[in-house]
């Protein structure tokens, strides 16, 4: 039963055109995290949600940019998508409370033409 | 800030043979050590996570890995791989900061099994 559901799982999209991704949770977990994995690198964290709260990572570039509209869903933009952007985008949710492990979704493999 | 260290990118190993995946971070305080799994096509899961305690943690699918502080290490073992451990191995460490875990990640290690 998948519980993290990420759609689509594969993206295309053109340089400069935006895309939005987005992830799912049936775990009513506080805490919604974004990746960005590229080939053969560690998972980067992109920025995540406390509940409402958004804290974004210092390194992330202004041109991604995330909402949370309720607890279940999280998306997230990217505003011009360059050529350097091509990545599996994970998304991952945790309880927040107290050290719970991190529960992910298959990802999303986006392409930008 | 926080940085974890894998240093096998690749690992090989027949069927049956022992395997043991090096881990090392570097936060000196009080840290939570994860290894998470990605079978080809799959999601990471988590295979096995320490808080505190037994520093020899077992997990799932006959894995274990064993924390010793004084080297900041969580190195990942098992004692006879089978083929369908053929995967990728993330080693992570997170920090609770303002009630939320930041985790950071190693840059994995694939490991094959031949059968």
């Known amino acids: 039963d998948a519980m993290v559901i990420q759609n689509p799982r594969y993206q295309v999209t053109q340089f400069g055109k935006p895309v939005t991704l987005s992830c799912s949770q049936t775990l009513n977990h506080n805490v919604m995290y974004w990746y960005q994995q590229k080939s053969s690198q560690a998972p980067k964290l992109l920025f995540h949600?406390?509940?409402?709260?958004?804290?974004n990572e210092a390194d992330t570039p202004d041109n991604f940019q995330s909402r949370r509209p309720n607890t279940s869903f999280c998306f997230l933009d990217i505003r011009s998508p360059g050529l350097g952007d091509a990545a599996m985008y994970l998304c991952a949710t945790s309880r927040g409370v107290g050290n719970q492990p991190q529960h992910f979704g298959d990802g999303t493999r986006l392409s930008i033409l | 800030a926080q940085s974890v260290s894998q240093h096998n990118h690749h690992v090989i190993l027949s069927e049956a043979a022992s395997l043991e995946l090096g881990c090392n971070y570097s936060?000196?305080?009080?840290?939570?050590l994860f290894w998470y799994v990605q079978y080809p096509g799959q999601h990471l899961q988590l295979l096995l996570k320490y808080f505190s305690g037994d520093p020899l943690v077992k997990g799932i699918k006959g894995f274990e890995a064993e924390f010793i502080k004084s080297k900041f290490s969580f190195n990942l073992r098992k004692p006879s791989v089978q083929w369908s451990d053929t995967a990728e191995y993330f080693c992570?460490?997170?920090?609770?900061?303002?009630?939320?875990?930041?985790?950071?990640f190693g840059t994995g290690t694939k490991l094959q099994v031949i059968p």
């Open positions: 992570a460490v997170n920090e609770n900061s303002g009630g939320y875990q930041k985790v950071t």
């Open positions: 936060y000196g305080g009080t840290v939570n």
């Open positions: 949600y406390y509940d409402k709260d958004f804290n």
